[in-house]
């Protein structure tokens, strides 16, 4: 009896997989795509993703061989299309109607982040947009560049007390960095107070917990993980540790979430935003009562607490990763590192405007080359909702020979967005486009202005409806860090550089090759002292016939101390001065020096002895500060080693 019931039911899921299994041959044998060049090979699984996340330079290797238009196999081995065209990203981009995240990327990032505007999309994502977009002004960020600046100061303090009296020391900058920008998303975002930079604290729990989510040693086999589960949804009841994971992360994230909109509402229905209130949810929740939004327009209480996990892991994760590779890149380019810290040095503040900050030219250019050899994100998708035609900027051979100028799209057919290979593309920036140059910036290929960008003639940040929300925010952040740390610290390279291997997932993670169960982790020396390359200068020849006083370095550059004699002529009493209150401002102390014997003084003022006060600085980095700043007021100073030879500043 009981076979009579099995057999049919045997056969029929047998019939049923066979169907399909033609269907998908089928399918495949007579996909547009097909002519298309692209890998052999691919695990009939997961494709060539093994590949793509393990390697994030692979794709140049491709492009290489394949050109800018080629197929790779995804999931189950499904054909998917691969395109450096600017003009075909153009077109995916802003027809966002059209191309949208598909099924599996939707299923990912909402089990994480719930339906926030990285989840959303059509016209649920232009209502969330609207009503959040306000938060993320140029005045907005403008008023967030002091927690920036007070958080980069922070580190930089664990830093120095980290390497100590020794001068140097080889710090994980990564995992640093991951704290300091959870920190200011926590802060600047919610006016939350996550404390992961206090080392009397205790173990915040949401780092904790996406740490383990993102940077441990699995997370990229969580990844692929994740892919198939959302591929496949019955595989999600399986019990995974990467399941369980994340459900403790988002769990986390939404307890926090929920708290956090219930006091900013109660502070707002109390009197509004205060002057005081500059977060980002408070700047959120006062956005979405205006009375210029309709009522049923505005977004329920489980639409901002959408937004508030998409703000806690957008907002630090890819910030935390660009600043770590940048000085990556700096102390694998001690020139560039060099030219930016004597642009840094330049004002004498650790509070700098975002104006301020913006003001800088190499720092600008540094900071667009790093987004552009290291974009946080190497790659996003797109899944074609409708038939469509992918028009092309440069025609293109098929595997036959015959040329193409458009593509074919077929109704779900997933695009792969290759933000890292465009940035590396030759055609696009010249013949070392794989190089890191700050100075291409200074004159940019005409083709790179074809890219579809939002900021930079870079796809960092996307294009289109869907470009990221945040990059003023990240910029700043970026450019704050680097001048706060630069000019404090010289970066080197801890391990030979074949040993660094970053991986796309699609988030770069940088990890080491020789610790493959060290997790995410990126060591760099980090040396404390700014040295000065030793030139007598004019100045300090005839320093006795101008009146200027010879100076020395009453101790090691590193960790000691560096004495600065201000030029005596005609108003010294006012430059004095106002060298004092530059360095007041910093909190620095003072010494009088006679006969070269350096003693505490209480105030800085000239006793009438012909000397001026030195400026005596308890740390390097902020010496060359001061130095920078005395020669902007004094342009003669000069400072001496202890050896005799002058420095010129």
Known sequence: ?????LIPIVATVGFYAVYHLVKMVQKDNTHPLRDLPGPKGGNFVIGHYRELFQNHSVTDKWGKEFGANYQLRGLFNRRELYTTDTRALTHILVN?????????????????????????????HKRQRKIVNPAFGVPQIRGLTEIFNQKSVQLRDIWIREIGDSGSSRIDIFGWLRKMTLDVIGEAGFNYRFNALDPNGQINELEEALTRLMHSPQSHRQSI???????????????????????????????????LLVDSQTDIKAGGVSATKRDLLSLLVQSNT????QEDQRLSDTDVIAQIPTFFVAGHETTSIATALALHALSL??????????????IATDDPTMDELNSFPYLENVVREVMRTYPPVAFSRREAMEDDVLPLSKSYLDRNGKSYNTISVPKGTLIQIPISAVHRDKAIWGADAEVFRPERWDAIPEAASAIPSVWGNLLTFLAGPHNCIGFRFSIIEIKSLLFTLLRTFEFAPAVPEDTIEIKPTPVLRPTLRTEPKGGNQLPLILQTGVRFTPRVSDAAQRGGQRGHKRGRAISAASGGHVVVWTPEHEG??????????SAAALGHDYLHCRDNQPRPRPAPADDGGGLHPPITIPSPPSAAVIIRAHEH????????????EAYSL
């Open 572 to 581: 010294a009493q006012n430059t004095t001065m106002a060298t004092t209150r």
């Open 290 to 293: 205006t009375h210029e939004i």
């Open 1 to 5: 009896m009981t076979s009579q019931f």
């Open 333 to 346: 380019h001690p020139s560039v590192q060099s030219k930016l810290r004597k642009e840094l040095l330049n």
């Open 633 to 644: 007021i004094a342009p003669a100073a000069c400072c001496c080693s202890p050896r005799g």
């Open 96 to 124: 966002d109607d059209i191309y949208q995240k598909g099924h599996v990327s939707h299923t990912i990032v909402t089990n994480l982040l719930g339906n926030g505007l990285l989840s959303v999309e059509t016209m649920e």
């Open 225 to 259: 993980v994740r892919l198939l589960q959302a591929e496949i949804p019955i595989l999600a009841f399986l019990p995974t540790p990467g399941a369980k994971i994340m459900d403790e992360a988002r769990g986390k994230m939404m307890e926090i979430a929920r708290q």
